[in-house]
């Protein structure tokens, strides 16, 4: 899931220096909308960060699997919901400064709600917020995640 390497690097300036980096497979995260004008967030317990995080459904794109393939699964697995569309909106590095983990991030529509298929070490509360309240909760701190508050912008502006 992840290799951890360092590199020598020569920047133009003639100087060398080494730089960590992660190596990790790419990843996706979904923002979708129900018919009411909701977006489907999930309260999700982050170790690393030691709190519930408000974030979109995302998850690890498996070996041999394609980005539309992982979101399809993620945004079931997490929320219990499959979209007749998904429409890719952006791609963008998740952390550039130390890792290689790219990101596909789509919007999903036009969704059924079938069964939440969350995995054993996965405690997910699924969260419907009107995509105008949003814009608040990214403001106020609230939501805090990185993912979700880049894609949730981008769609927030395309619906200007």
Same mark, same amino acid.
């Given at each position: 899931? #992840? $290799? ?6 020569? !920047? =133009?300036? /003639?100087? &060398?220096?080494?730089? *960590? ?11 979708? !909308?129900?018919?009411?004008? $909701? ?8 170790? =690393?960060?030691? /709190?519930?995080?408000? @974030?979109? =459904?995302?998850?690890? %794109? @498996? =070996?041999?699997?394609?980005?539309? +393939?992982?979101?399809?699964?993620? #945004? *079931? /697995?997490? &929320? ?7 429409? #890719? /909106? ?21 969704? @059924?709600?079938? *069964? ?5 070490? *996965? ?6 917020? $009107? ?13 805090? +995640? ?6 949730? $912008? #981008?769609?927030?502006?395309?619906? %200007?």
């Amino acid at each position: 899931m #992840l $290799n951890l390497r360092i590199d020598k690097v020569w !920047l =133009p300036n /003639e100087h &060398t220096v080494t730089r *960590e980096i992660a190596e990790a497979r790419n990843s996706v995260c979904v923002a979708a !909308l129900d018919a009411f004008g $909701n977006v489907i967030l999930v309260r999700h317990y982050r170790q =690393p960060v030691g /709190e519930f995080l408000l @974030e979109l =459904p995302a998850g690890g %794109i @498996e =070996p041999n699997e394609q980005p539309l +393939d992982a979101a399809n699964r993620e #945004l *079931e /697995e997490e &929320t219990g919901f499959i979209a007749k569309y998904m429409t #890719l /909106e952006s791609f963008f590095w998740a952390t550039p400064g130390i890792s290689t983990d790219g990101m596909y991030a789509y919007s999903a529509k036009d969704l @059924e709600l079938h *069964e939440q298929l969350t995995q054993d070490d *996965e405690n997910i509360d699924v969260v419907h917020v $009107n995509l105008d309240k949003v814009r608040l909760l990214i403001s106020a701190g609230k939501i805090r +995640d990185g993912k979700t508050i880049a894609l949730l $912008n #981008l769609i927030l502006i395309k619906s %200007i």
